[in-house]
């Protein structure tokens, strides 16, 4: 079944310390994004790749790091520079040039 | 500044009648236009598009109408069904030297009522 997972759903970690959050798609795309919603504020863009070892910041990158080595993951993480981290973090895929882009089902990061 | 903006935070709907749900934008250079489906805790889910060459689009219950002079977008959903409750969120593909990045709006908040 292609899709597009992340994990894990809800991730607890204290103030201070750096979270890797998991993105991986079998659907063979070459584009990948991350965001982070906030009440209130919709999605707003973190950082996108266009393929393997590229990457774009987004309209929110600080505090924020990816990695793009392979085509089929885009791993997100959310360092201790990062003023409020606590957000649902949604990841997407989309073929280049293709309309639509589709979306995993989320991750809920919580600081305590 | 907000690129793509949604100014009804919510609606609410009588089941069977039409929900019509705005959007507006700034920048002329999008190419696309979507719609997108969320539920609470869910990845939102594609719903529709609309190239920025067109001005209707319509798929089942769902048709996106653009403006472009107004940089307007509405998508009318007829009839309403209490299962499109959901937030609604328009969004906008900007391609910049060939990379494409997804813009959306804050969202609308549906309520179809039985």
């Known amino acids: 079944d292609g899709g597009i997972t992340q994990s894990p759903k809800y991730l607890f970690r204290k103030e201070g310390q750096n979270v890797t959050l998991s993105c991986e798609q079998n659907?063979?795309?070459?584009?990948m994004y991350w965001y982070r919603q906030d009440p209130g504020q919709g999605l707003r863009l973190i950082y996108y790749?266009?393929?393997?070892?590229?990457?774009q910041k987004g309209d929110i990158a600080e505090g924020y790091s990816v990695s793009r080595e392979k085509k089929e993951s885009f791993p997100l993480t959310v360092t201790s520079a990062q003023k409020n981290p606590t957000a649902f973090y949604l990841c997407?895929?989309?073929?280049?040039?293709?309309?639509?882009?589709?979306f995993g089902q989320g991750t809920r990061l919580t600081v305590v | 500044d907000q690129q793509v903006k949604q100014n009804s935070p919510s609606l609410s709907v009588q089941e069977g009648r039409i929900s019509i749900l705005n959007c507006d934008y700034t920048?002329?250079?999008?190419?696309?236009f979507l719609w997108y489906k969320k539920y609470p805790a869910e990845g939102p889910t594609f719903l529709i598009s609309?190239?920025?060459?067109?001005d209707k689009n319509e798929d089942g219950r769902f048709t996106v109408f653009l403006n472009k002079s107004a940089k307007h977008l509405s998508l009318h959903i007829v009839p309403s069904q209490p299962g499109d409750s959901a937030v609604y969120f328009c969004?906008?593909?900007?391609?910049?030297?060939?990379?494409?990045?997804?813009?959306f709006g804050t969202g609308t908040r549906l309520k179809v009522l039985a």
């Open positions: 997407a895929s989309s073929i280049v040039g293709n309309r639509e882009a589709f």
């Open positions: 659907l063979n795309h070459d584009a």
């Open positions: 790749s266009q393929i393997v070892n590229d990457f």
């Open positions: 920048n002329s250079m999008f190419d696309y």
């Open positions: 609309i190239s920025s060459i067109k």
């Open positions: 969004a906008a593909r900007a391609t910049t030297s060939g990379t494409y990045k997804y813009i």
